[in-house]
């Protein structure tokens, strides 16, 4: 078997280094040593593209906003359901996986960044849903390991009360909060429904259609003052 080859590292405050290695046609991403996530395991980004977007295609002016880039895929499969008046913010933390995404990455979910429908908000994804109420029709959180946060601290208030009341008010009335899981949380579904959401769960396979599931939740706004 290959080795696995360094491609690019860099230092990633409050988080320690970030290393991006590649062997053959695969490209993992490693925190501090740590695998964090593998360009072969991308189905259920996409499914929580497709579940999160459902009812978007046809609507105009569509806007959704990507929070973590990843490998693009989430961003790629958003692209693909949206029509061509859409608008896409994609949120990212770390500039270095943006940079990544435009060279050594581009090619893997066809060059999402490229697509002019997209814009790239380099920072905190809770601070802009913070900043932008009703703003959007979806918003689709796949930010660390979802709501059991590793990699940086301030990942666990996004899926808290405050990060779940920013993601209330960033949407529209009826608008959809989809949320990437390694694994079930009901704490999180609970706290889910008490910020104003109608919940569901998925649990679609990482890889086509068997190894390891994960779990997405797919949150529907309330109408105000509805439980």
Not at 75 to 100: F, M, N, Q, S
Not at 201 to 214: E, I, Q
Request: with cysteine; hydrophobic share 40%.
């Amino acid at each position: 078997m290959k080795p696995w080859e360094t491609v690019d590292r860099a230092e990633a405050p409050g988080v320690g280094e970030i290393t991006l290695v590649r062997r053959g046609d695969e490209y993992v991403f490693r925190v501090r040593g740590q695998t964090l996530m593998s360009s072969r395991q991308h189905g259920s980004e996409e499914a929580l593209a497709k579940a999160g977007c459902e009812g978007l295609a046809e609507r105009s002016n569509a806007r959704v906003l990507v929070g973590g880039l990843g490998f693009g895929y989430t961003t790629r499969a958003v692209l693909d359901t949206l029509g061509p008046d859409a608008r896409v913010t994609v949120a990212e933390l770390l500039p270095v996986v943006v940079t990544w995404n435009r060279s050594h990455l581009a090619a893997l979910a066809g060059a999402p960044l490229e697509d002019p429908r997209v814009a790239v908000v380099e920072g905190d994804v809770g601070k802009h849903m913070a900043r932008t109420a009703g703003a959007y029709d979806a918003i689709l959180l796949d930010v660390d390991n979802g709501p059991t946060a590793l990699t940086h601290p301030d990942n666990h208030g996004l899926y808290g009360r405050v990060g779940l009341a920013h993601a209330v008010q960033a949407l529209r009335p009826g608008g959809s909060l989809g949320v990437w899981s390694a694994g079930p949380s009901p704490a999180f579904e609970r706290r889910m429904e008490q910020a104003g959401f109608t919940v569901q769960t998925l649990h679609p396979a990482a890889h086509g259609t068997k190894g390891t599931r994960h779990t997405l939740f797919i949150g529907k706004r309330r109408p105000q003052g509805r439980r």
